[in-house]
């Protein structure tokens, strides 16, 4: 059974994972963070966990976990209640700005649990 994946919305509408896609300009990156998004949904945390293409991040948020694709990241959520995963931003990995993007996604989730509550 495939697993849900849903791209984060925000409240004005946008969607930074696919934004991010749409305008990466790398053909190979672009392809291999398809890839990784088309593995999750076949095949979940469990499995991917055991190797180098998702990560667990580390914090008080449960559950948040980061998609590897070369120099590429997108932060995911896996939601247990939608039995899925949320796509809730994307950035290149540069050690400077990378915990700015995790922080961001974390305020991401944050909107889209208090949203999901309503």
């Given at each position: 059974m495939p697993w849900k994946i849903e791209n984060y919305v925000t409240r004005?509408?946008?969607?930074?994972?696919?934004?991010?896609?749409?305008?990466?300009?790398?053909?190979?990156?672009?392809?291999?963070?398809?890839?990784g998004i088309s593995k999750l949904g076949t095949h979940g945390v469990d499995i991917l966990i055991k190797t180098d293409l998702l990560k667990r991040?580390?914090?008080d948020d449960d559950d948040l976990y980061e998609l590897r694709g070369g120099?590429?990241?997108i932060t995911v959520y896996f939601d247990r209640e939608l039995i899925g995963f949320v796509l809730?931003?994307?950035?290149?990995?540069?050690?400077?700005?990378?915990n700015r993007r995790i922080e961001e996604a974390r305020r991401f989730l944050h909107d889209y649990l208090d949203r999901k509550r309503r």
């Open positions: 004005d509408g946008t969607e930074p994972v696919q934004e991010w896609l749409n305008e990466l300009s790398d053909k190979k990156l672009k392809a291999k963070m398809y890839t991040i580390s914090g120099q590429g990241r809730l931003n994307a950035f290149l990995k540069k050690r400077q700005k990378e």
